[in-house]
């Protein structure tokens, strides 16, 4: 008699809070009959958020994709962007979205976050800004890249979608920069199901952002004195987010200590893996390996595929492939996705599973 085949393992899966909490913010807003419009709840969170983040401003909005539109649109950025070809695609199709133009730079090896030594040389009368990206919440060379933007008069984004409460020198990484973005999709360690923020610390541009992201209503009278969108969030997201705030803290010590023990099972293997830089207060967002080969990562994720385990490749193929961006040689990010595999990481994968896949690993490479 056959063995049963065992429960899939997928990259990742949501930790959902206690529906009973869930259900008593619901009943606040029946209660209230209000849906949307900036809420309580959505002040609430907010307000919360920028508490336990350690920020001024946190202005929540309904993606984080909408976020780093709105980022470039209320920094009035046209041209160039010099960005990286290693993120999710969000970070590029926003810019061209907003009518501009990405210019890739390759990826430092060990970080895997963009290059700072590449900027400089990409830099023309149209470059208008810098977009990087905290790739697996491992923090980009916040100072260099600051520098390098002083001395051009260029503005920063940091698409931080991977860096929840991460610290870096005891300062709260979405400090840096003109603007942070977040996402809060079902898939990040803090969600709200569908959502994303904007951090920034000037008030001027706070308020741009709170018109932007309301059509652009200035006043009670409905004055529209600029190009707006509809990017609020709903009480509902909010509901939600104000559910997992509070377990936040307990997720990141649980994902610490799995990926504690896929180090302890895969010592001595040929994977190496990207670190965060020296003072950082890491959240463990990911858990990235990189193989000696493609060839090696093709036949591990195959034997871990067979039994029923799904890893991914973040990320592959590389944001330069898009059919609607200019191609650009970016040697050290082609060699890193063709080699980096991320291995499932959630609150609910238990010890034998994890050690499962270590061993199963262990076997193939």
């Known amino acids: 008699m056959k063995n049963p085949p065992e429960k899939p393992i997928p990259v990742i899966k949501t930790a959902l809070p206690p529906l009973e909490e869930y259900i008593g913010y619901l009943q606040g807003i029946w209660e209230r009959r209000q849906l949307t419009n900036n809420g309580p709840l959505v002040k609430e969170l907010e307000a919360r958020l920028a508490t336990y983040l350690g920020v001024k401003h946190c202005l929540l909005v309904s993606s984080g994709t ?134 920034c610390n000037n008030d001027d541009l706070a308020e741009k952002i709170r018109r932007i992201r309301d059509f652009g209503i200035n006043g009670p009278e409905a004055f529209f004195n600029e190009v707006g969108i509809n990017a609020k969030m709903s009480e509902f997201h909010a509901a939600l987010g104000l559910c997992v705030l509070p377990t936040v803290s307990a997720v990141i010590e649980r994902r610490k200590s799995i990926c504690t023990l896929y180090e302890r099972q895969l010592k001595g293997s040929n994977l190496t893996r990207p670190n965060p830089p020296a003072a950082t207060d890491y959240n463990y ?61 959630y609150v609910e994968l238990a010890n034998d599973e994890v050690m499962r896949i270590a061993d199963l690993i262990m076997q193939s490479i």
């Not at 858990?287 to 973040?314: C, G, H, M």
């Open 66 to 199: 909408i976020a780093l539109q709105m980022a470039i649109k209320a920094l009035q950025l046209k041209g160039q962007i010099i960005t990286t070809p290693f993120s999710f695609v969000a970070t590029s199709s926003a810019i061209v979205w907003e009518g501009c133009q990405p210019v890739y730079t390759d990826i430092d090896s060990r970080s895997l976050c963009i290059n700072p030594a590449q900027i400089e040389a990409a830099i023309s009368p149209e470059t208008c800004a810098i977009l990087a990206a905290h790739v697996y919440g491992h923090p980009c060379d916040v100072e260099q890249i600051q520098d390098i933007a002083n001395k051009y008069q260029l503005k920063v984004i940091y698409d931080a979608a991977h860096a929840f409460g991460v610290k870096y020198k005891e300062q709260s990484l979405l400090d840096y920069g003109d603007i942070s973005t977040l996402s809060f999709h079902a898939t990040k360690l803090f969600y709200t199901g569908e959502g994303g923020a904007i951090i």
């Open 285 to 345: 967002a990911y858990y990235p390996v990189l193989f000696t080969s493609e060839a090696s990562l093709k036949k591990t994720q195959k034997a871990l595929n067979d039994a029923n385990i799904f890893p991914r490749r973040y990320f592959y193929p590389l944001l330069n492939k898009l059919a609607y961006v200019n191609p650009a040689a970016v040697p050290v990010a082609e060699d890193v996705a063709s080699r980096v595999l991320c291995l499932p990481l």
